[in-house]
Nanobody
Framework: QVQLVESGGGLVQAGGSLRLSCTAS????????IGWFRQAPGEEREFVAA???????VSADSVKGRFTISRDNAKNTVYLQMNSLKPEDTSVYYC???????????????????WGQGTQVTVSS
């Protein structure tokens, strides 16, 4: 059983930065796709970014150029660096894992097997 724990959320002013961390219970970051999703109240869960087990990174158009996903296999941790934050980035952010050696779409939540508990990000205007 894979367990994922997110951290790093908080309250920030528009234009500010936060770095989210997703730490896995085992050595999965080199065999699993790790994705970040977000969900605002009353909204569907939305894809943000993902990084594959070979290090390929993809991100949603809404965050391209502002958010960067990366991983540290030695720490079993995936990071989401969020810069130039906007009020519309306010959401609960979840990390998720798919694998091992998942080859499906990264963009849909139903492709992921394991989820963290979420961390709140609030961006004030």
């Amino acid at each position: 059983q894979v367990q994922l724990v997110e951290s790093g959320g908080g309250l920030v002013q528009a234009g500010g930065s936060l770095r989210l961390s997703c730490t896995a219970s085992g050595s999965i970051t080199n065999a699993y796709v790790i994705g970040w999703f977000r969900q605002a109240p009353g909204e569907e869960r939305e894809f943000v970014a993902a990084i594959t087990y070979i290090g390929t990174a993809v991100s949603a158009d809404s965050v391209k150029g502002r958010f960067t996903i990366s991983r540290d296999n030695a720490k079993n941790t995936v990071y989401l660096q969020m810069n130039s934050l906007k009020p519309e980035d306010t959401s609960v952010y979840y990390c998720a894992a798919a694998g091992p050696y998942y080859s499906g779409s990264y963009y849909y939540a139903n492709g992921y097997d394991y989820w963290g508990q979420g961390t709140q990000v609030t961006v004030s205007s």
